[in-house]
């Protein structure tokens, strides 16, 4: 199993402990969670070099899930890591936004269980690949986050 280094952004702290607990019971990988409660303070915490894959939550004061998905997208060396909107807001148009034009991987609606979460990110977690990410520097493996990098 993976360890995966998650990024949580929501503006609820009890949403943001939610999603963290109903990641590990989905059984995917092994969690290391760090959370930011809107999106100027997951843009800051955010590093591609360290960060496996982002949660993100669309509606949040300072800056909306949407444009921190907008933002990290904008920069190629942040293509790799997935981004999983994770929201009350279930419109065709919404996911549509998220997905199409922002550049979220994945979109997983509020409320969730444990088995919705396993079905929408088991292949988004497969994909993560960590040496590949760790030999173009990232430290995403094992190795390069013993070494620090």
Known sequence: MKNLRALVIDDSRVMRIMVMRTLKQANLAEFEFEEAGDGKEGLAKFNPR???IVFVDWNMPQMSGLDLVRRLRHHDKNEHVPIVMVTSEKTVGKVEAALE?????????????????????????????????????????????????
């Open 50 to 52: 360290t960060t496996d």
């Open 101 to 149: 034009k922002a550049g979220a991987d994945a979109y997983i609606s509020k409320p969730f269980t444990a088995e919705l979460v396993h079905r929408r990110l088991e292949k988004v977690i497969a994909g993560i690949d960590l040496e590949a990410k760790s030999a173009a520097g990232g430290g995403g493996g094992l190795l390069g986050r013993l070494l620090g990098n």
